[in-house]
């Protein structure tokens, strides 16, 4: 079964340090996301990325915040400058269509602790 | 703003019987309600995508009801086996755009 892959599954950071966390999402699928769970809380939603362009972002996901889809297979979540408080699990997913009537699968995730 | 909530947080039955997990949302305008399957430490397994337009989903041992009027879905699993145990989470899409707004959760333990 199609699965979404993720890279790093675990990272440790010093605070101040740029990160790049790695998806491949599902190879047909043309919606991409990013979800965080902080350790004990919600998963949250970040940013939904469509034809090569954010399409919602939450109020999270700011400046320090940045996506890209560098070629026809990967699509990467960069923090700038982490703080300890960007300590969580980030979650890459993917759907085929909009989220209006469609699955949206997940990938395991990539746990990342600034310190 | 849509919330969701999952009571209980956490449940806990022996090997065999039947469970039901609760998920409310507070605005029932939803195009679908998503179950999701949480290991520890581990990633979402997507469960069950009930549409807005459907009452029951069926996969195997699961069942999930949709009820928008009220605000309610439940998720039931026949026959539970200590493979079940994990954290199950709901969620609604706020929009088409893929903003999921997700419950905290409910942890079940099956004891064999």
């Known amino acids: 079964e199609p699965e979404v892959t993720q890279t790093p599954s675990h990272q440790v950071t010093q605070m101040g340090q740029e990160v790049i966390l790695r998806c491949v999402p599902i190879?047909?699928?043309?919606?991409f996301y990013w979800y965080r769970q902080i350790l004990g809380q919600k998963v949250e939603f970040l940013v939904s990325?469509?034809?090569?362009?954010?399409?919602?972002k939450s109020e999270i996901f700011d400046d320090q915040f940045s996506v890209e889809r560098p070629d026809g297979s990967n699509f990467t979540l960069k923090i700038r400058s982490t703080k300890l408080e960007d300590s969580a699990m980030y979650f890459c997913?993917?759907?085929?269509?909009?989220?209006?009537?469609?699955?949206?699968?997940f990938g395991e995730g990539s746990w990342l602790t600034v310190v | 703003k849509q919330e969701v909530t999952q009571i209980p947080a956490a449940l806990s039955v022996p090997e065999g019987e039947n469970l039901v997990l609760n998920c409310s949302f507070t605005?029932?305008?939803?195009?679908?309600l998503q179950w999701f399957r949480q290991d520890p430490g581990k990633g979402l397994t997507s469960l069950l995508l009930?549409?807005?337009?459907?009452r029951e989903q069926t996969s195997g041992r699961l069942n999930a009801s949709l009820d928008k009027s009220s605000g309610r879905s439940t998720l039931y699993i026949a026959a539970s086996q200590p493979g079940d145990s994990a954290t199950y989470l709901c969620?609604?899409?706020?929009?088409?755009?893929?903003?999921?707004?997700f419950g905290a959760g409910t942890q079940v333990v099956v004891t064999p």
């Open positions: 990325f469509y034809n090569n362009e954010i399409s919602e």
């Open positions: 605005d029932s305008a939803i195009y679908n």
């Open positions: 009930i549409q807005s337009s459907q």
């Open positions: 997913a993917s759907s085929d269509w909009d989220s209006s009537g469609n699955t949206i699968y």
């Open positions: 969620a609604v899409p706020t929009d088409s755009w893929g903003k999921l707004q």
């Open positions: 190879s047909n699928h043309l919606y």
